[in-house]
């Protein structure tokens, strides 16, 4: 995308980036994907009209936990949330165990165990990672069916959806029955699986097909792509 924006700057070409990193918007540059901020306020709204205040945020030490981290603390407020509790973990699966008893032990402790300050716990980390969070949370006596645990767009994947450890838990995504019917579709076309980003990558050619009909000779302009009624995608309006 850096590279490229450039050149179709130059030629006054509107470009839609396959990208969830909000920050390569720029005049003339669209997302096109599942931005961490969207899905912030998506969840933040969810917690606020449930009545679930206080989010603590147990984040691996990367770019994504990071970016999850920034906009936790930019659109709390908003949500009339608090933050009570952050803690980063390196993501090394043989120091998880380790770091997640850091963890609990900064919380206060009670008879039990430790008491979390925090009626939510969001863990913006991927499917992989989490299979060694959770084990972790409950080795350090962490009282998860006292929480609501939360996560991100991230957290789409088979293995959590399936995972005893995750019933309960929670993220925003897209309506489940457009998606499976996407996937049967693409399985019987393709013999094979889609990945987690297919359906993108199918409404952005949908999104390039539309516009090119809306041409009429014309180029398209920027009141095209921001068209107020949106667009209808595989798995939902956009």
Same mark, same amino acid.
């Given at each position: ?16 980036? /396959?990208?969830? !990193? ?34 603590? =945020? /147990? ?6 936990? !990071? ?8 659109? &709390? ?8 509790? =952050? ?27 430790? &008491? ?29 069916? !006292? =929480? ?48 987690? =980003? &297919? ?40």
């Amino acid at each position: 995308t850096e590279a490229v924006a450039p050149i179709m700057a130059r030629e006054a070409i509107p470009m839609i980036a /396959l990208t969830n !990193d909000s920050d390569r918007a720029q005049p003339n540059v669209y997302v096109f994907g599942r931005t961490v901020e969207n899905d912030i306020a998506e969840l933040f709204d969810y917690l606020e009209r449930n009545d679930l205040r206080r989010v603590g =945020i /147990l984040a691996p030490q990367n770019l994504y936990g !990071d970016r999850a981290v920034a906009q936790a603390e930019a659109q &709390a407020g908003r949500h009339n949330l608090a933050i009570t509790n =952050i803690f980063r973990f390196s993501g090394d699966s043989s120091e998880v165990v380790a770091q997640i008893q850091e963890f609990a032990d900064s919380m206060r402790r009670e008879s039990f165990g430790p &008491a979390p300050d925090f009626d939510a716990l969001l863990i913006p980390a991927s499917a992989f990672t989490m299979q060694t969070v959770l084990p972790g949370m409950i080795y350090a006596e962490i009282p998860i069916k !006292d =929480i609501q645990l939360v996560g991100l767009g991230i957290w789409a994947d088979s293995n959590i959806l399936t995972d005893q450890m995750m019933q309960g838990a929670f993220f925003p995504d897209v309506d489940n029955n457009r998606r499976e019917a996407f996937r049967q579709a693409y399985v019987a076309r393709y013999n094979s699986e889609p990945t987690r =980003i &297919a359906d993108l990558a199918f409404d952005a050619a949908a999104l390039l097909g539309t516009l090119i009909a809306q041409q009429n000779g014309q180029p398209n302009t920027e009141a095209d792509l921001l068209n107020e009624e949106g667009f209808g995608g595989i798995t939902g309006l956009f």
